[in-house]
């Protein structure tokens, strides 16, 4: 049976030693093994002091996202095989303070995500029963409603690095993601949010934040809102 090689960035602040790598053999048990798969066998069987994040394991909570062989990519649904090589090298999410190893704190992520209310905020009383919308209306979410959080977007961003109050890819797909939902009523304070000095005007078009692994696509949205913005400009008001 063969093996991969994992190379894995550890840090523990505590410890008063800087970063530094670190290999492991983990070996290739099926066609199938996932990055996640190779570090739960790290830490089951080779050093159980490796941090890192994980539980879903179906690519729908974002906790495992990580910087593998040069790309932001969650650690369960890539399989060692898709990666065409045998070595495997693993470092955190950039610009997060690391808290061990593969862990990082996300709280300005969440502190971003948490400023444009993310969830429907309805501009009339609860309808009786539901409130209805059309299947036109429903298919404009769709490419804006996968999002899970993982944080691959924010930290693959370089203004998320220099200025610590942009609003980041993520938070701004999602001002999108309401904007375009024909049953949300705060369209024009999430507009007027985006415009903001912390808003879309902020991000520099280097699509870095093209990496997204449930193949969302930040850089369209915030295009998307940006042409809202100017379209409101030139006709006045609205959304
Ligand atoms: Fe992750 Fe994609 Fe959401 Fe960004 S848009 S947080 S990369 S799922």
């Known amino acids: 049976m063969a093996d991969a090689t994992f190379k894995i960035l550890r840090f523990d602040p505590d410890s008063g030693k800087g970063p530094y790598f670190q290999a492991f053999r983990v070996p290739l048990e099926n066609k199938g093994l996932t990055v996640l798969d190779g ?35 969650l650690a369960c649904n890539t399989q060692v095989s898709s990666l065409n090589t045998q070595s495997i090298t693993i470092r955190p999410l950039a610009h997060l303070e690391v808290e061990k190893d593969l862990c990082v704190n996300m709280d300005q992520f969440w502190e ?41 977007c924010y930290s693959a961003c370089p203004v998320t690095l220099s200025s610590k109050e942009y609003l980041g890819p993520a938070a701004l ?49 915030i295009a998307h809102v940006k042409r809202r913005l100017m379209r409101r400009r030139l006709l006045g008001g609205g959304k």
């Open 39 to 73: 570090l739960n066998h790290i830490l089951e069987n080779i050093d159980g002091s490796l941090a890192f994040r994980s539980s879903c394991r179906a690519a729908v909570c974002g906790s495992c996202a990580m910087h593998i062989n040069g790309k932001h990519r």
């Open 112 to 152: 971003k995500y948490e400023l444009v209310r993310p969830y429907l905020v309805p501009g009339s009383p609860p309808p009786e029963k539901e409130r209805i919308q059309s299947q036109e209306d429903r298919e404009e979410l769709n490419v804006v409603i996968d999002c899970i959080q993982c944080g691959c």
């Open 173 to 221: 797909l999602k001002i999108d993601r309401f904007v375009s939902d024909s049953r949300d009523g705060a369209h024009v304070q999430r507009i007027e949010q985006a415009d903001g000095p912390y808003g879309v005007w902020r991000c520099h078009n280097v699509f870095a934040c093209q990496c997204c692994p449930k193949e969302l696509d930040p850089p369209r949205s």
